[in-house]
């Protein structure tokens, strides 16, 4: 039926544009115009190829600017998505490598006293224990630290002893210690000196002959519980000397 149409149509264009004058007047130039555009959109329309609908030049511009968007929004999450694993990826060779270039040594393998030139006593690591606060289930006269809310503290301990037959004036506080923590792998972190009055980076006291003492370093993080630490690195350092260890 579409195809009949089309042939009689394109027959009465090719007939009035050919010069059958017997059967019809002349027709001017725009009149002529005007048949062969309708013929051609006839064409057009019933031919099985050809979808009728034409979108105008503003609902094609705005198909090209969505399609502009969507792929610049995809090239930018693609773009986003491969910094972040090369980030991670340079974060992880860094550890390493600032690991091996700094020796990183097990804190159970140090006599921190030796180390840092301490008289007297000798200073091992003893524990890393996660809590709210330091020291725990203690109330009365002496300064205590709390974790804020939403945080925790990290307390590492050390024992103080004093192996001689003589008591030993133990002062750490003249090394005027800078100590950092890595804990995760994650950045370096200052830990700041409290007002412990067993505080390791000031820590002062006259210790009695065969007997020891506590000191600890207290870092405030983000909230974490013991079984979520993989790893603890320590950094310690003094005018003269620095260490780095791995406590966990």
């Known amino acids: 039926m579409k195809k009949g149409k089309i042939i009689g149509i394109t027959v009465m264009v090719a007939s009035l544009l050919t010069g059958c004058v017997d059967a019809m007047p002349d027709l001017t130039e725009e009149q002529s115009a005007l048949i062969a555009e309708y013929a051609a959109d006839m064409l057009l329309k019933y031919s099985p190829n050809y979808n009728y609908r034409i979108a105008d030049e503003e609902a094609l511009a705005e198909e090209e600017t969505t399609e502009e968007m969507i792929e610049e929004a995809t090239q930018e999450q693609s773009e986003v998505a491969q910094e972040e694993q090369t980030q991670e990826s340079v974060n992880e060779m860094e550890t390493v490598e600032t690991e091996n270039s ?17 008289d007297g006593v000798e200073i091992r690591y003893d524990l890393l224990e996660v ?13 205590s630290v709390n974790a804020p809310e939403g945080k925790s503290l990290i307390v590492i301990s050390f024992i ?9 004036i133990c002062d750490l506080f003249e090394k005027d210690f800078d100590v950092s923590m890595n804990l995760n792998n994650s950045n370096y972190k200052k830990i700041s000196s409290t007002l ?6 000031t820590y002062i ?11 600890v370093i207290v870092a405030e993080t983000g909230e974490i519980s ?23």
């Not at 709210?132 to 203690?138: D, I, L, Q, T």
């Not at 103080?160 to 030993?168: D, F, H, Q, R, T």
Request: proline share 4%; glycine share 6%; hydrophobic share 30%.
């Open 196 to 201: 412990l009055v067993n505080d390791f980076t």
């Open 205 to 215: 006291e006259e210790i009695p002959a065969g007997e020891n003492r506590e000191v």
């Open 160 to 168: 103080v002893e004093n192996k001689s037959e003589e008591p030993v």
């Open 226 to 248: 013991e079984e979520e630490i993989n790893s603890c690195i320590l950094r310690i350092s003094s005018d003269d000397e620095s260490i780095t260890v791995k406590l966990k």
């Open 102 to 118: 700094l020796n990183v040594i097990d804190a159970s393998e140090v006599d921190f006293a030796e180390t840092f030139g301490v």
């Open 131 to 143: 809590c709210n606060s330091y020291p725990k289930g203690e109330s009365g006269s002496g300064f």
